[in-house]
Structure formats: structure tokens, C-alpha cells
């Protein structure tokens, strides 16, 4: 909010990934002025498949309608057997299928990242732009980024939707906190695309429409379509010494190293690594569980996503709840644009933006209160099931039973969450904070 316009929030997103992309979306729909700045001189476009679970796809119904457009133009569900849907748990001798239900899809990283790119204006995202730092002087002043190229702006929000590696989490904790870098959770995922038709040969037709998962004593095998054409693999595996390739969180691995690893499996496992490519992408799983983030907000200044709560991927939750932050972040800021627009007296004065720093921040703070316990659970939760998978949890002993009574559960808390409930908790701890203020 400037001196000449007070009824228009302007708000500065950090990171042009899902997260940014979304919570965009979800600031447009709300008629909220914004800025993505993106570090890189493009957009993102590595990744292979994504799952979106039931929670997640009601939050991007509510978010807008072009949100859940993009990831409806790309999304692939997880058919089997007359139509109804499945997760199949298999040790190679027998499996277990897990229900699930219409709203549960994955999709290709890329390709919903260039659907999401095509609904927010070009003019609001700028490139090339790593934030060096984020201060405000004072309460009445909006906050100032500035960045490595030597530009500063000045806006009222700061949202950091940037990432594993988050440039602003330690801006809101302190640099000398614990949780202000995430840690390496000793999983490694080496991740792989094949053609469907390939991909049939090996696994048989009825493992092609859902999601599998090949356990294990050691490792975990997981396929599911990222597209009607191609299926996406990700073998996950303990990691139990230090990532050696820091800061980077992804290396090149030769086949022979991955399929090595497989030889204990399934022979059908087996014969799907054999049509992976001869180099691989092989990821270090980084996450928040070791030192959890104490709050996400820091009076305009926030954190959303993998920047709050990176999770490992095994709950297939992370981007819903990414999802649910930026629902309740875009939902209680527009309620502040809506009091601007009916309150504006065509300019702004220091005790106007005072005020309206003093709004941002109780939204802020709001948010981090209804959305940080279930978000922190999820990692939790997420990195317990990546060691049952592997069985490190059972101690060794391959449990498919047990696997998927420990999964369901968790699937239940995870999708059985309404985000309008979620919104309606973050809008009644505004209020109070309002009255006490």
C-alpha cells in the first residue's frame, strides 16, 4: 500500500515453483496485486511425477477455478479394476490393494508447472531475481527486499514459497536456528520416466492404472502414471551416511549402481530398471523433521510449503498441504484488501500503514496457528512411513499387513481434512488476535 494508493495491497512471492504458482492463482482470484521474483533465469522445469491427494484437490477447487483447471488439463488418476481406484502394496509373492478415491491424481511436474505458467499474467513474474536480504525498519514501513542483482522493492506482504533451500525461512526463525536449514532425512530417490508400453511388458497390464509400491527389506519401488503415456518410477533407498554432493540435492548415478540395488527385489522390479535411462537423476531427500520451525511468520514476512514443512514424498501429501497454505494465506489477505477498498480515502498515512501492518501480521501469525500443527504432523508422519516402506521400522521384517494398516491410517488423517474448516480456524484466530489488539 503506497502513500497515493491505499486500498491496494501489493504482496511479493519468492519462488516460481508449484507453490509460488498456486498461491498466485490464488492471490488473482482474490484481485490482490503480487510479484513472483524466481532466483533462476527460468522456471523451474525438473521433476517427474507428482501425487495430488483428496484434501489437496478440494484446496485447489477452493483456491480458484483456473488452479484447479491446470491441474485438472494434466492430471492422470489412479484406475484399476472396473474403474475403481487403488494404491497396490506388493512384496513380490502377494499384495494388498488400498482404496482411495476420484480426487486422487498425479501429474508430470513440468507439465502442470507450464499449465500453472500459462494462467499468471507474464508481466508478474520476474526472473533472475535471488533475494539477498528482507528487512523492515519499523512497523509503520513496508517491508524491503533486495536482491543480489542489486534491485530493492518494497511491498507489504513477503511470502517465501522458495523451496527445501528457502532463502527467507531463516529471515523468520534467525539464521542461528535450528530449523533454518532443512536436514538430509538419509533417503535418496533415484527417479525415472518409462513409456507405458515398456513399462506393461514388464509389470503386467492390471499394475499400469494405479499407483504400486514394491516393498522391500532395504529399498522401495514406486510407479504410478505420471501421464496417459508414461509411467513415473522412483526407487527409494536408506542413506544412512552424510549427502556428499551438499549444497546441491541431486547428482547423476549410472544404471548399474541402481539396478545393484534392485537385485534383491522382484524380478519384475528388476526388469523396469533395465529400461531406465543409462544416467539417472538421484535426489537426496531433504526434510523438516529433525528441527521443526517454530512459527512461519515473522510480522509481513511468511513461509509456505516445502520453505514451512519440507516432507519426504511418502505420504503423497506435501503438495496438498502446500496447497492448504496458500488457500488460508490468500484467503486472509483478501479479507484485508476487502477492508482497504471500503475503507480508502485515497491515500495512506502513517497511522493507515501502521494499521495495515499490524492486519498483515495477525493474518500471518493466524495462519501459522491453524495450519502449522497438521503441516509439521505431515512430516512427521511422511518420514515414518518412508522407513516402513524399507522396513527399517519393523525392524527388518518384511510386514505387508502391517505397512498398509500404518499407511491407511495416516491417509485417513491426511485426506479426511476440509480446507474450508481449516480457513474458517484461521479467520477465527485473526479475530481474536484483532480484539486483543
Known sequence: ?????????????????????????????????????????????????????????????????????????????????????????????????????????????????????????????????????????????????????????????????????SKIRPIVVGEDHASAKASFSHRVVYRGLVGRHEAEKALGSKMMDGALLHVGCGACFVSYPATEDVMSFGLFIPHPEPWPHFPSVSHKADK?????????????????????????????????????????????????????????????????????????????????????KSQNSGGATVEQRRALQQQISHALTAYTTSCIERSQWLVQASRYLGECNTMDAYGGVLDLERLVADTKQRYDIVWNKDIVDIVKSARETRDKLELQS
Open 256 to 340: 548399474q549402481e541402481l539396478l545393484a540395488t534392485l537385485k534383491d527385489l522382484h524380478p519384475n522390479v528388476l526388469k523396469v530398471g533395465k529400461l531406465l535411462p543409462d544416467t539417472l537423476d538421484v535426489w537426496a531427500v531433504y526434510d523438516t523433521h529433525d528441527s521443526p520451525l517454530p512459527t512461519y511468520s515473522k510480522g509481513c514476512i511468511a513461509v509456505l510449503g516445502d520453505a514451512a514443512h519440507a516432507s519426504t514424498p511418502n505420504l503423497g501429501s506435501a503438495a496438498g498441504i502446500a496447497y492448504e497454505d496458500a488457500a488460508v494465506v490468500a484467503t486472509l489477505l483478501g479479507d484485508i484488501q476487502k477492508t482497504l
Open 1 to 165: 500500500m503506497s502513500e497515493e494508493n491505499g486500498s491496494q495491497l501489493h504482496v511479493a512471492i519468492i519462488g516460481a515453483g508449484l507453490t509460488g504458482l498456486v498461491l498466485a492463482l490464488a492471490l488473482e482470484n482474490r484481485h490482490i496485486q503480487y510479484t513472483i521474483y524466481e532466483q533462476a533465469a527460468s522456471i523451474p522445469s525438473t521433476g517427474a511425477g507428482l501425487n495430488t491427494n483428496p484434501a489437496g484437490a478440494r484446496s485447489l477447487k477452493y483456491i480458484s477455478a483456473e488452479a484447479f483447471a491446470a491441474y485438472k488439463a494434466v492430471r492422470t488418476t489412479h484406475h484399476r479394476y472396473n474403474d475403481e481406484l487403488y494404491f497396490t502394496y506388493t512384496d513380490g509373492s502377494s499384495h494388498v490393494d488400498l482404496m482411495c478415491t476420484e480426487e486422487f491424481g498425479s501429474v508430470h511436474r513440468v507439465r502442470y508447472i507450464d499449465e500453472l505458467v500459462k494462467r499468471v499474467p507474464a508481466e508478474k513474474i520476474r526472473l533472475g531475481h535471488r533475494v539477498k536480504n528482507v528487512t523492515q525498519s519499523s512497523p509503520s514501513h513496508a517491508p524491503l527486499l533486495s536482491f543480489e542483482n542489486g534491485s530493492s522493492i518494497s511491498c507489504d506482504v513477503v511470502l517465501g514459497c522458495d523451496g527445501v533451500k
